[in-house]
T-cell receptor, first 113, second 111 residues
Framework: EPEVTQTPSHQVTQMGQEVILRCVPI?????FYWYRQILGQKVEFLVS????????KSEIFDDQFSVERPDGSNFTLKIRSTKLEDSAMYFC???????????FGQGTRLTVV | GENVEQHPSTLSVQEGDSAVIKCTYS??????FPWYKQELGKGPQLIID?????GEKKDQRIAVTLNKTAKHFSLHITETQPEDSAVYFC??????????FGTGTRLQVFP
């Protein structure tokens, strides 16, 4: 069964450092998303991406965040200068078209120290 | 924007009993309501979904009901098994594609 894969599974970084979280969505999917989940809390939408541009972003997705699809398979989330409160599980998801089943990756646990 | 409330936050049932989780949403424009199961250390996995033109949907032991007028939808799991133990999230989506999640329900099924 096709799946969304994310790397790394766990990333520890110092406050102020840049991190890049990587995702390989399902190959025939066209819509890509990043969500985050702070420990013990609900999953929160960060950004959606379609046709090589951001479709929508939440208030959480400020100027420190950016997304990119550098080639035909990868989808990345960059946090320029990490803060302690960025510590969370980050999930990548993809859908074949809008408003349909979203497939989630296993997540990257980001710990900012 | 959309806000999704979910109850209860924890639910413990005996194996074989039924479990019901309820969600309410605020935005009448929402038209897609998926339910996700999240096991420890894994990403959310879709278990069932319903669209606003349907009142009920069933898939084996799992069913979802939707009341558009009252803006609430529910997940029903019958004949629960220990492997049903997980955190369950409801979500709502309008035509903007993003999912707004509820706060989650930790379901424990005791043998």
């Amino acid at each position: 069964e096709p799946e969304v894969t994310q790397t790394p599974s766990h990333q520890v970084t110092q406050m102020g450092q840049e991190v890049i979280l990587r995702c390989v969505p399902i190959s025939n999917h066209l819509y890509f998303y990043w969500y985050r989940q702070i420990l013990g809390q609900k999953v929160e939408f960060l950004v959606s991406f379609y046709n090589n541009e951001i479709s929508e972003k939440s208030e959480i997705f400020d100027d420190q965040f950016s997304v990119e699809r550098p080639d035909g398979s990868n989808f990345t989330l960059k946090i320029r200068s990490t803060k302690l409160e960025d510590s969370a599980m980050y999930f990548c998801a993809s859908t074949i078209q809008g408003n349909t089943e979203a497939f989630f990756g296993q997540g990257t646990r980001l710990t900012v120290v | 924007g959309e806000n999704v409330e979910q109850h209860p936050s924890t639910l413990s049932v005996q194996e074989g009993d039924s479990a019901v989780i309820k969600c309410t949403y605020s935005d009448s424009a929402s038209n897609y309501f998926p339910w996700y199961k999240q096991e420890l250390g894994k990403g959310p996995q879709l278990i069932i979904d319903i669209r606003s033109n349907v009142g009920e949907k069933k898939d084996q032991r799992i069913a979802v009901t939707l009341n558009k007028t009252a803006k609430h939808f529910s997940l029903h799991i019958t004949e629960t098994q220990p492997e049903d133990s997980a955190v369950y999230f409801c979500a709502a989506s309008d035509n903007t594609d993003k999912l707004i999640f509820g706060t989650g329900t930790r379901l424990q099924v005791f043998p």
